[in-house]
């Protein structure tokens, strides 16, 4: 389910779903929650699941105005996908390619190789169906602001009415939305998800805390998929460390076992 263009234009003002650093001297951004990730620790790796269930948000809600250009299908491999469902998955978009024999671009479907392209031709056309702003990459947006997935998660189901106490000193102009998880609190978007906006093909709740989670999920290893590979070279390395130095213990108190016994 796509959004529409007029959601589109008015998701991209500030350039980015819900990661702007657009903020009022209004107060400080609420304390964030307290969210453990399967990725997080040295043992830690990524939900399949869950990553899965984050491209599906992605494709369906975030991909209408922002691209994944460091993301190509065929890195798709590592959520489970197999070649022909990759296939079929960049056949749902178009990229431009070329020149031809002619000297002219053309369109084509994409293929595994080819990034996630965006839903702009350019930047120029871009800043003009958004007031002038840019809906940036989502590459590495989890990487951008300190709390990474759990500031984009937060900041995605953080919408609410502002309490009493703010709107007594501070109002809301038209087209700007209360997030508890803002600086300021005041954001220049709404909010992008729904309850039951994505359907789920694992049964798995339609709610916005979940959509939020899951595709924060999504994020976190498009930003660093090699999470996963680096933690285990890590604890090898810590292994071998471990060894080392028992080793080089023992040999420490052979060497001085003798200097004594001399």
Known sequence: MKLTKTFCTVLAVVGLIG???????????EELPDMSWEFEGPFG????????????????????????KRVRFRNLEAL??????????????????GPNDEGEMFDRPARPSDAFPSPYANDKQAAYANNGAIPPDLSLITKA???????????????????????????????????KYMAGHVIAMPPPLAEG????????????????????????WAAEPELEERKRMGVKVFLFLLAFAGIMFAVKKRVWSDIKGK
């Open 19 to 29: 990661f702007s650093n657009l903020s009022y001297a209004a107060g400080e951004a």
């Open 45 to 68: 790796h990524y939900d399949k699941a869950a990553l899965q269930r984050g491209l599906q948000v992605y494709r369906n809600v975030c991909s209408a105005c922002h691209s994944l």
């Open 80 to 97: 489970g996908y197999d070649e022909s469902q990759i296939k079929a998955i960049a056949a749902e978009y178009t990229v431009t390619d």
């Open 145 to 179: 602001r300190a709390g990474g997935a759990t500031y984009t998660a937060a900041l995605l189901h953080g919408y609410e009415d502002p309490p009493a106490e703010w709107a007594e000193k501070n109002q809301l102009l038209p087209g700007q939305y209360y997030n």
């Open 197 to 220: 906006q994505v359907a789920y093909e694992d049964g798995t709740e339609t709610t916005v805390e979940q959509y939020s989670r899951d595709v924060a999920h999504f994020l976190n």
